[in-house]
């Protein structure tokens, strides 16, 4: 049904490179050349093209801990169809919501977001969530428990 | 209903460097420490500290462009309730899967995962979690559009 | 329940054309006849007047792949009662549906569709499905493989 | 999320000579040639060839009417997920069902189905689908009028 | 929870003539009297008394064929709460109505209702439900066959 | 969608018999023909017809009341497919049990039935639902009010 | 449907002793006595009387925080129907539970429970409800807030 | 997820004490102070403290019996988002309401009610509920029985 482009836009030195600086991001272009054994400005180039291209991000990324966000919630929103792109937009805007997909199936739009306790959770339901009449109803599935969050993609 | 804990283990400090490595995770220590008006071994001892205590991870997160993943879903998953632990272990250790929460509400698990194609997702489904018949069922959204996904959280 | 009418309008001669003629549309009337003994004249009167009589239809079906279709949707349609004939008239309208029926149970109107991509999908929802405020709520079902599609009835 | 490939492979010609036997399928070669000031061996080779590649299928449809089938059906089917594809074989196997494709959401598998009447179909659902212990659950919903079921595909 | 009245407003008499006509509506009174040592003036005196202290109806009903009714349903309602009253006086008004309950759970009303055949039951959805703007949506399951119709009660 | 068979096997003289009796099924002969002008022999003959042909049903029946059932509800069933048969006629045995139907949609039996109190209903989903592995299961509305009960067909 | 019992067994007297205990269960008995113009023993005898006849419970009730319990939640549970007896019984003894009622609807049971936190919330679904295979699936709705618990009945 | 305060505001004595009261209430401060070898001061000041600090609450509790309460129901409430403080400052206000939690999950709130009979409930939920437009859909379930309602907590 889709087409499947199993070529990947990178080639093998890009992957071992990547590999590199998955669980590290700030391994240093010397440390990485010296392991493939090429030159430290390949090495540089190499990223900076990955990066240009949204090939890879390299991001710095605080753990809910650090920013004191202890609870997360799976949120499933049911929009007046003739609003999603509007919903979307204001949805996205608020900073407890990390991810929005536009979806086939039981909602239209499933988010996940951050919040510091259950009335955090509660004020955003109904004060943001709330101020939009296009959202006609919400389903929250509050995660007891995450067991994977990866950020390291398996390279092809 | 949760203890809210406001004060965040980072100081000040640690969240001006945070700040200036979330988009870009591979700026020199020397570029933070002039702009921060410290020295680079500063710069370098805190953001090592700050890995060390999980509070930041550093990573390059591959796009999915990049890896040729071309379609996302989330999947609600139904559980024999005495399997939840072996079940997640399980699904966890799937590639395809990026997230699993343990969930309250309609499912027992939530996954977002990532597949070729509709195939792919077929073959996951099909062959990956019908080998497990501690699954009762699966619901299976499809993101048809992806509008927010954030590494950078809003520092307190 | 239903009064059931075992009799076919179709005698058994017009059932041995139709047969010859269910797989492929465009074989010669004189080939017909002479597989059914039966004169050319006969064979081309009796077709046209199953066509006439509206009891079976000679049509050239493009393939999904033919135009370019690579995904197709099974969408369950929540509709305002009242406006049920004219969602319907409007939802057939569109190129994208290939079928619609007025349905019992859990949704109102069932319709199949086909897009180009998820892309198009999303903009059928949003913008087709979206402009309808009589539709109160849609269920998409993507349809990963489709196991039979058929255009041959058997014949009583 | 999938590779649009908005190049059809059909050319201008191709396109030409199905519009002309979309609703006619036995439309003779030399009167379609004629309008598109072709020889008859062009349109027979091109119609040929369209056949042989699986762009296109020129069939005989009986209506409902013709084979005595007054009810359909579409029915949503549950599966123990380790059986997809078997049930799916089985199901395909029932001259009853028309249409079947495996699904996201709600149910695993879609069927379209037709019926001689209610009788028929409460047959089918307590000893062909009940004689299947991998189906956990079936929802039928009978379709009261069909008002769109179209073969011509708009082609681009 | 609820008064258990055991005790009930029949006596043994009442009970053995009730018995007598469950089955035969116009057995006549004579005939009761003989079977039960009674005098024909003490059965119609009964009768006539349990009829109109409204614990027997003794009524002819004609059969879904007879008055040519072949598609029955039960209907589950969802109404705006504040017009329930007002839907259940209108709903109960509709010829092809012959039950309606107010209901606990998924529906807020419950009616049981026959029909001609499925166009008839279009029309009755589309036209008579969906002139009733207070009726926010109904879920239709067709009844394929009647097993238990009982006009007997178990006396105790 | 199922043959609308528009003449009703009884005629006029037929019908207006019956409306006489729909409400008292216990009206004499002579009185109804008085009414309709015909003799007592002809009524007798006409009713006595219409009886043995299963047209119409002459028949007593208790009130709740007069059973002391205070609580009725109607029950969806969800049934081991391959089981309905079975299931059907075990159900049906039951004598709280007054009406079963086969259904479409969300349950595959739909039952009416009467207690004497919600520890009686409990008792029966409890112990009579509960002794039948094949039902899956349940799912109860109690009926608050009864607004229409009509043993009065309209006649065509 | 359920026989009102309208006469309350508590006459006028003691009504005004509950309204003055309802809450604040310690107030001496003479201080009761003094305010309705009645001796101590009156009063002593009276309250004895009402516990003894299971009329009124005089109970210490530590608030949540005083036992440390910051997340509850209602939780509806589907049974297996014949072992609901046993399953209530096993569910009634876990000291999480605070209430369980057996209930019509989308569930078979319903409870309240406390927990320490959302990690004791996981490992009493997971382990507790999971160790009971009669038990096929729970639904957990956490109470974010909870407006009105009343220990006050208004009395008639 | 939650921060575990496993630290009770209670020490032993004054866990001691509750667990002397907390079936009676009424317990005399010297039986207490003799019990655990304390004076009646002592006492007295302690469950002052534990009342006026919100740690424990002793009440009169009348039981539905006592109020000529028969019928129980918890109730499912779906809530336009932006009323949902409105909506349950409302609901608390009937006297009916005896517990009202906002959820997460399947609705926005959930109340615990208790009725003369089914009667009271209909009229409950038609003209309370009814009366509220920001209620868009309720689910009721009746309690069919109470096994466990406790006002016991285990003291950690």
Same mark, same amino acid.
């Given at each position: 049904?889709?087409?499947?482009?199993?070529?990947?836009?990178?080639?093998?030195?890009?992957?071992?490179?990547?590999?590199?600086?998955?669980?590290?991001?700030?391994?240093?272009?010397?440390?990485?050349?010296?392991?493939?054994?090429?030159?430290?400005?390949?090495?540089?180039?190499?990223?900076?093209?990955?990066?240009?291209?949204?090939? &890879?991000?390299?991001?710095?990324?605080?753990? =809910?801990?650090?920013?004191?966000?202890? !609870? @997360?919630? %799976?949120?499933? +929103?049911?929009?007046?169809?003739?609003?999603?792109?509007?919903?979307?937009?204001?949805?996205?805007?608020?900073?407890?919501?990390?991810?929005?997909?536009?979806?086939?199936?039981?909602?239209?739009?499933?988010?996940?977001?951050?919040?510091?306790?259950?009335?955090?959770?509660?004020?955003? &339901?109904?004060?943001?969530?709330?101020?939009? =009449?296009?959202?006609?109803?919400?389903? !929250? @599935?509050? %995660?007891?428990? +995450?067991?994977?969050?990866?950020?390291?993609?398996?390279?092809?």
């Amino acid at each position: 049904m889709t087409t499947k482009d199993s070529s990947s836009p990178l080639d093998a030195t890009d992957r071992a490179i990547v590999r590199m600086i998955q669980k590290n991001g700030r391994r240093p272009n010397t440390e990485i050349g010296r392991a493939l054994d090429l030159t430290e400005t390949t090495i540089r180039k190499r990223i900076a093209r990955l990066i240009e291209e949204g090939l &890879v991000n390299i991001v710095a990324v605080p753990t =809910p801990r650090a920013v004191g966000m202890a !609870t @997360s919630a %799976i949120i499933g +929103v049911s929009v007046q169809l003739g609003n999603l792109d509007m919903v979307s937009k204001k949805l996205s805007s608020y900073s407890e919501v990390r991810y929005l997909g536009l979806s086939t199936g039981r909602y239209d739009i499933i988010i996940e977001a951050f919040f510091n306790d259950t009335e955090h959770l509660f004020a955003f &339901v109904s004060d943001k969530l709330g101020a939009l =009449p296009e959202v006609s109803s919400v389903e !929250t @599935s509050i %995660i007891l428990r +995450v067991d994977k969050f990866s950020y390291e993609w398996e390279l092809p």
